[in-house]
């Protein structure tokens, strides 16, 4: 019997490749520590790989039931799933996420921070430009703040 929620597009394609990885976390979580104790530096990363996986499970199951999208086979479904999963404000998004990760070894890590946060806000249209430098500026300050005094990270 199947239920009122109409499955989108991709999404149990999606939510297959999201399982997949979830069990990957959870590997690698495993071989940081095993499970030698509670208090081991992979038990936190094993706990949240376990929700993951138990989340995606969560979904396919509830997936099976709810009503299909209407498409004419597969590669329609993934031709609709691939418009509704690629954005182009995900894509431009992706691209200011690689950029950063690019310029946080030449930049370190304050200015880089900055200005990803900067054009992180100004991108996702949270505020003008003004106030996106401020935000900013106390974010990052509040960041340090909280690495560089409370855990003692010695940041990049």
């Not at 690689?98 to 991108?123: A, K, R």
Request: aromatic share 12%.
């Amino acid at each position: 019997m199947k239920n009122d929620r109409k499955l989108e597009a991709g999404e149990t394609a999606f939510t297959w490749i999201m399982t997949i990885f979830s069990i990957f976390v959870l590997v690698l979580a495993y071989r940081i520590s095993g499970l030698s104790s509670v208090s081991s530096p992979g038990a936190f990363p094993m706990l949240a790989a376990i929700i993951m996986c138990g989340s995606m499970v969560t979904l396919l199951l509830g997936n099976r039931k709810a009503v299909k999208p209407d498409s004419n086979g597969l590669i329609d479904e993934l031709r609709m799933a691939a418009q509704d999963i690629f954005h182009p404000v995900f894509l431009v998004y992706t691209a200011v996420i690689i950029l950063y990760m690019i310029l946080l070894q030449p930049l370190h890590f304050i200015p880089s921070s900055f200005f990803f946060l900067l054009g992180s806000i100004i991108l996702l249209k949270g505020s003008t430009p003004v106030k996106s430098l401020i935000i900013s500026a106390v974010l990052l300050v509040c960041i340090y703040v909280v690495f560089h005094y409370l855990f003692r990270v010695v940041l990049p």
